[in-house]
C-alpha cells in the first residue's frame, strides 16, 4: 500500500444491495436518498476527469512532496469512479432514468474543457474538491442524513469511506494550485459559481429521478422543501459557508477539523 503523509491508496470494495438502492435508503427521505444518487453520476464522470487532469499535470510539480501527494489523490479518486460506476449501475437497474443526467454531467465537462484555460479548469476541480470536502463536514456531523452517518448498509458504509478519503486529502489539489501560482480571485469566483451550479443540478436530478420512477407526490414536495428551506435548510448553509471560505481564502485546512475519518477508512 503507497503512502504519503498519512495518505493511502486504499483498494477496497463494497458490496453495494440493489434492494437498498431501490429505496429511499437515507432515513427514508427522498432528497437526502437522491442528493447522493445525483451525485455519484456526477462523481463517475468528474472524477474521471480529474485524474486524467492531474496525471498530466504531474510533470510540472518540482515539489517531491506535491507531486508524491498529487500521484495518490489520483489514486483514490480513481477507486472512487470505479465505485461510483458500479452504484450508478445498480441505480439504473432499480429503474431509475440516468441518461439524461449523464448526458448534462458530460456536456458539461466537455463544454468547460473546451472553453476554459487550463489555469482556469484547475481553479474548478480545487472548487470541485473543496465542496467534496464541505460535504464531508455535513455528512459527519450528522446534517446529511442519519442512515448516511451511521447505517449498516454497504451504501452508507460506502459514502462514509469516499467521503473519509475526501477529508483526507482534502488540501492536496489545493497545494497543487498555490504551487503553479493560482490566486485567490480566481478560486472565489469558480467554487461560488461551480457551489451554485452543483446546487442547481442537485436540485434538478432529485425531482427527475423521484418523478421518472415514482411520479409527484406530496412527499417529493416535502422533502424538497425541508432539504433547501426546512430541516436542512441548504440554500440558506450554503451560501453562509461560502462567505466563511472566501473570508478564509478556501483554505481547506479550515473544512473538517476535528472529524475522526479513521474509523471509516
Not at 515539489?63 to 439504473?92: C, T
Request: one cysteine or more; glycine letters at 6%; proline letters at 3%.
Amino acid at each position: 500500500m503507497k503512502e504519503q503523509d498519512g495518505m493511502k491508496v486504499r483498494n477496497r470494495t463494497f458490496e453495494l444491495e440493489p434492494e437498498v438502492l431501490a429505496e429511499n435508503w437515507n432515513d427514508g427521505d427522498i432528497c437526502l436518498t437522491h442528493t447522493f444518487s445525483v451525485a455519484s453520476i456526477i462523481l463517475e464522470l468528474g472524477e474521471l476527469y480529474l485524474v486524467e487532469f492531474t496525471a498530466a499535470l504531474l510533470p510540472r510539480l518540482d515539489d517531491p512532496g506535491v507531486r508524491a501527494r498529487a500521484k495518490i489523490f489520483a489514486a483514490q479518486e480513481s477507486n472512487h469512479r470505479r465505485m461510483h460506476a458500479r452504484y450508478n449501475a445498480l441505480l439504473a437497474q432499480a429503474g431509475f432514468r440516468l441518461g439524461p443526467l449523464y448526458r448534462a454531467v458530460a456536456l458539461f465537462i466537455a463544454a468547460s474543457r473546451r472553453v476554459l484555460p487550463e489555469r482556469v479548469m484547475l481553479a474548478y476541480l480545487v472548487s470541485v474538491e473543496y465542496l467534496a470536502a464541505l460535504t464531508a463536514e455535513w455528512l459527519f456531523a450528522g446534517q446529511l442524513g442519519r442512515a448516511a452517518l451511521s447505517g449498516d448498509t454497504e451504501v452508507a458504509r460506502f459514502w462514509r469511506w469516499h467521503l473519509a478519503e475526501e477529508v483526507e486529502h482534502r488540501q492536496v489539489l489545493h497545494e497543487t494550485y498555490r504551487h503553479l501560482g493560482g490566486g485567490s480571485a480566481m478560486l472565489a469566483f469558480s467554487t461560488w459559481s461551480l457551489a451554485t451550479i452543483f446546487y442547481l443540478f442537485i436540485n434538478a436530478g432529485m425531482i427527475w429521478l423521484s418523478l421518472t420512477r415514482h411520479g409527484p407526490s406530496w412527499a417529493l414536495l416535502r422533502s424538497l422543501f425541508h432539504y433547501n428551506v426546512g430541516r436542512s435548510a441548504n440554500c440558506f448553509r450554503l451560501p453562509l459557508k461560502l462567505l466563511t471560505a472566501t473570508w478564509r481564502r478556501f483554505d481547506p485546512a479550515y473544512v473538517c477539523r476535528g472529524v475522526a475519518i479513521e474509523p471509516h477508512l
